[in-house]
């Protein structure tokens, strides 16, 4: 992997800001979709059917002003959001098919979704989404995606073909919308990506062979090409939603989003803050097309001795949403399938590269990384951006000593934290221990720990009913008249009180006795008290 060093630029230190960017590069998401270890060239690039050229007053590339621009600006976008929501869809109906063929909950579940129907009906169909895609298990992301299966029939959810079969439904989806972005392209102009600000990067085609302008083949573009745009596509998504695929698609800033691309609002379920949904979706296509890349390794005559496997079954014909609690889908192959087989287009992209960039020019790109080994992840961005990442290790440095102490911190101030309540629990059984005579007095127990005289004061009296409910007991019931208390809340109980029933009652003139004797052997124990 000499050419992988070569183009590796190690950063040591990195912000917590680089350090997530890393983690989201299109490098890790290839590794997955395409079962391949060690990956020796960028995988994040657009093919689009138009140039491109310089705005230097925006110093990017944007679209140059062609019929072929006018007519499939809007198209290419729709066709690439459908794919992407069609992989959302797949997701959902997946979880609800699991959830509905659960052997012990399942029959719960779908008399509870049949509620769910009825109320989205007379309620407000966003609440009851909510209510749904939580007992899914799912993100609140997802809430929109279920409201339109709620709101609207089934010719614009397509409920009825997902609830039959999520895979099938899905793999023709794409298919149909690979199908169109196929038609769009008279030729492929293959721009590569630069990962910090996912546009396409610039450099004068006098000294790049970039954009590579390859003769166009529909399975080549299909099958090998298309899996890696879905995915930059994604990324793109999560960094800016619809403005972040037109800047990734060479639109210009000027650019207004079309109403076509708004409807695939419900699909767009990928944050900058977690990747964890674009890494099922990349497993999920990557399910959906593994049959499509047996046909393509064969063709390719690469190798004939592997043969894909295709799921076949049955379904029960659902009529409606609201017949959902009668039938739920078969069990559905879900295998990855033959990893070789899964590496095809890494293949084809390798070739590719060696047959229109010999030199291993990638456009200037270089790919930067927080460590040599080849596991670690890594990025491809420009020479710029490298430098200045190089700039800040002194900023990186100071965040990490920041993380550090905070953690350090966070652990001191639980320890105080438990400490106190500690404290405040050993005044609570210490105060119950009193009330049942227990001889605090004697000297042998007449203590006070420094450790209580340095939290006493930390303690909120307030507290101590959340501390332990006998705590707050005592404070709803006020200390008698007459009886004595040590500094630290202890009841001083004379020999006669410790050994009385407590259950007896006297009346008032024996109250009275009772008193009077108190007070004698109060002075006698306490001499340094005066008379009242």
């Not at 073909?161 to 293959?190: E, F, T, V, W």
């Not at 999920?284 to 799921?311: F, I, M, P, T």
Request: contains cysteine; aromatic residues 8%; hydrophobic residues 35%.
């Amino acid at each position: 992997m000499q050419l992988l060093r070569e183009n590796t630029v190690v950063v040591s230190k990195v912000t917590g800001v680089t350090s997530r960017m890393l983690e989201d590069s299109m490098e890790k998401y290839s590794r997955i979709a395409f079962s391949s270890d060690r990956i020796a060239f960028p995988t994040c690039f657009v093919v689009l059917p138009y140039g491109l050229q310089l705005d230097e007053t925006q110093n990017r590339y944007c679209a140059v002003p062609s019929p072929e621009y006018a007519s499939c600006a809007e198209r290419l976008g729709k066709c690439l959001l459908e794919i992407n929501k069609a992989t959302a869809r797949m997701s959902f109906w997946m979880r609800m098919n699991d959830k509905i063929r659960d052997p012990r909950n399942g029959d719960n579940f779908k008399s509870q979704m049949q509620e769910w129907i009825k109320r989205a009906r007379v309620e407000p169909c966003n609440a009851v989404a909510k209510e749904i895609v939580k007992s899914l298990g799912l993100g609140p992301n997802y809430a929109l995606l279920c409201e339109e299966i709620l709101a609207f029939d089934g010719s614009i959810s397509k409920a009825k073909s997902y609830m039959k079969n999520p895979l099938r439904a899905a793999r023709k989806a794409i298919g149909q919308n690979a199908d169109s972005l196929a038609d769009m392209y008279p030729s492929l102009n293959l721009y590569l990506i630069d990962e910090d600000t996912m546009m396409p990067s610039y450099v004068d085609e006098r000294f790049s062979p970039y954009p590579l302008r390859i003769h166009f083949d529909k399975s080549l573009f299909k099958n090998a090409l298309l899996p890696f745009i879905n995915i930059a596509v994604m990324k793109a998504l999560a960094r800016g939603r619809f403005h972040g695929l037109a800047a990734l698609l060479g639109f210009p800033p000027s650019f207004i989003i079309p109403d076509s691309w708004k409807a695939s609002e419900p699909g767009l379920l990928h944050s900058s803050e977690s990747s964890d949904s674009i890494e099922e979706f990349v497993l999920l296509q990557k399910v959906v097309r593994k049959d499509d890349l047996q046909s393509l390794w064969d063709d390719a005559s690469v190798n004939s001795s592997y043969s894909g496997s295709r799921s076949a079954g049955s379904y029960s014909d659902i009529r409606s949403f609201s017949n959902l609690s009668l039938h739920s889908s078969p069990s559905i192959d879900l295998s990855e399938g033959d990893p070789v087989i899964a590496s095809v287009p890494m293949i084809h992209l390798e070739l590719l590269f060696r047959e229109f960039d010999p030199d291993r020019h990638f456009n200037n790109l270089r790919r930067v990384s927080r460590g040599v080994e080849e596991s670690s992840p890594g990025l491809w961005t420009v020479n710029e951006t490298i430098n200045d990442l190089h700039e800040v290790m002194e900023l990186a440095d100071i965040e990490d000593q920041l993380q550090e102490l905070m953690l350090d911190y966070e652990k001191k101030k639980n320890t105080e934290i438990e400490l106190q309540n500690l404290v405040q629990r050993k005044k609570v059984v210490k105060m119950q221990l009193s009330r049942q005579g227990f001889p605090f007095h004697k000297e042998i127990f007449h203590s006070k720990d420094s450790i209580d005289e340095e939290f006493e004061a930390q303690v909120p009296g307030d507290n101590n009913a959340k501390t332990d409910p006998s705590a707050g007991e005592a404070r709803a019931n006020p200390k008698p008249t007459g009886e004595l208390y040590q500094d630290d809340g202890t009841k001083i109980v004379t020999h006669r009180m410790r050994y009385s029933d407590p259950d007896s009652t006297s009346d008032e003139g024996g109250e009275k006795k009772k008193s009077k004797k108190m007070r004698k052997s109060k002075r006698k124990f306490r001499p340094w008290f005066g008379a009242c």
